[in-house]
């Protein structure tokens, strides 16, 4: 059964590095997002992306923030300057069309980041 | 806004009894609705979801959710727990209409133990 793999599985960074999250959606999905959960808290939405545009992006999507799908198979998701507030598990999700009344987005199983 | 209440962090049942999720739902257009799961170090899997057609969702593993308008609510039900279902689960609410809004918004999370 296809699913949307993440790589790595953990990230450790010191406090101002630049880190990329990669993440490899379901080959013939159309629709790309991250999202991230912070230890204790809500899976928040980050950002959707479709046809190589942002399509929506929440309050925490600043300028720090940057996504992008370099080919055919990868969506990243850069964080510049990283802070400690941004540990968390960080989850890449794709779908086939949202429109759809069969709509689903499928989950990888997430990048857990650690900033020090 | 779109907002989902999970009542209970944390629900303990023995193996064989009956397991109820709560969830509540505030969106100011009629929603869908979803339930995943999370098993450890694994990514959201869909449970089931809501999408306007029957109220009463039947999912995968046994589990089951009825929407219920009145009382805005989308509990998860299962009528006998099995070991293999101690897992975090998640309703998550988004928008029906069209457009670029297909971000989910999740609730909290409710941790199910099942106990021998």
């Known amino acids: 059964e296809p699913e949307v793999t993440q790589t790595p599985s953990h990230q450790v960074t010191q406090m101002g590095q630049e880190v990329i999250l990669r993440c490899v959606p379901i080959?013939?999905?159309?629709?790309f997002y991250w999202y991230r959960q912070i230890l204790g808290q809500k899976v928040e939405f980050l950002v959707s992306?479709?046809?190589?545009?942002?399509?929506?992006k929440s309050e925490i999507f600043d300028d720090q923030f940057s996504v992008e799908r370099p080919d055919g198979s990868n969506f990243t998701l850069k964080i510049r300057s990283t802070k400690l507030e941004d540990s968390a598990m960080y989850f890449c999700?794709?779908?086939?069309?949202?429109?759809?009344?069969?709509?689903?987005?499928?989950f990888g199983p997430g990048t857990r980041l650690t900033v020090t | 806004a779109q907002s989902v209440t999970q009542l209970g962090s944390h629900v303990s049942v023995s193996e064989g009894a009956l397991v109820l999720l709560r969830c509540n739902y505030s969106?100011?257009?009629?929603?869908?609705l979803f339930w995943y799961v999370q098993y450890p170090n694994q990514g959201l899997q869909l449970l089931l979801k809501?999408?306007?057609?029957?109220?009463l969702v039947k999912g995968i593993n046994g589990f089951e959710a009825e929407f219920k308008k009145s009382e805005t609510s989308f509990h998860l039900t299962k009528p006998s727990a099995h070991m293999s279902d101690a897992a975090e689960y998640f309703c998550?609410?988004?928008?029906?209409?069209?457009?670029?809004?297909?971000?989910?918004?999740f609730g909290k999370g409710t941790l199910l133990t099942v106990n021998p």
């Open positions: 999700a794709s779908s086939l069309n949202p429109g759809q009344i069969t709509y689903e987005q499928y």
């Open positions: 969106s100011s257009v009629p929603p869908y």
């Open positions: 998550a609410v988004r928008k029906n209409s069209g457009g670029s809004n297909y971000k989910l918004t």
């Open positions: 809501y999408t306007s057609a029957a109220t």
């Open positions: 992306f479709y046809n190589n545009e942002i399509s929506e």
């Open positions: 080959s013939n999905h159309l629709y």
